[in-house]
């Protein structure tokens, strides 16, 4: 039996996102696959405690990589949008350290400080360059009849960007600096 759900996590919820996928197998609920725009389908399977871990690699993951993390018992699953999805038995992650797939401090804050340059400042990017100079273009009548229709879309999507860059930046930032430490 299969299950699809919708939740949406930004860029920076990722260590939300790892919590709920063990809450759902911990429920007998084994993720299969994600796809854009958050669209989760689940197997369903026995209920076991199984540790969920993200990395962003952005398509720059190698061979390697790959080999290393299936050497300390991660498998890998699927990939989205850059995020590589890995799964492990807790009860394969005796040893202190072993639930994560980083094995350093050093090497979280470098995702989190990657996330930031790859993702975050498109985002930034999207709304500097595009966004709000369309919005005041549709505010001063520059669209024609559709003028009123284009200024209510670019405001909501103003909020939108506003609130994405306010939550995102914030948070990708303490989650480097903690990691920093």
Known sequence: MRKTLFRFFTIADYME???WL????QSGWKL??????????FESCTPEDVIYRLDFKNNEQTEGYMQMAADFGWEYFDQCMGWLYFRKPATAAGAEGDEEL????????????????KRFLPI?????????????NSMNGFMGA???????????MFVVYVFLILHCGIKLRKIRDQFKE
């Open 17 to 19: 996102e790892e919590d």
């Open 22 to 25: 063990r809450r759902e197998h």
């Open 32 to 41: 299969i696959s994600m796809t854009i725009p958050g669209i989760y389908t």
């Open 102 to 117: 980083f094995s350093d401090n050093a090497s979280k804050a470098e995702m989190a400080e990657k996330i930031m340059k």
């Open 124 to 136: 930034l990017i999207i709304f500097f360059c595009c966004l709000i100079p369309n919005m005041f």
């Open 146 to 156: 559709f003028s009123t229709f284009f200024t209510i879309f670019f405001g909501v």
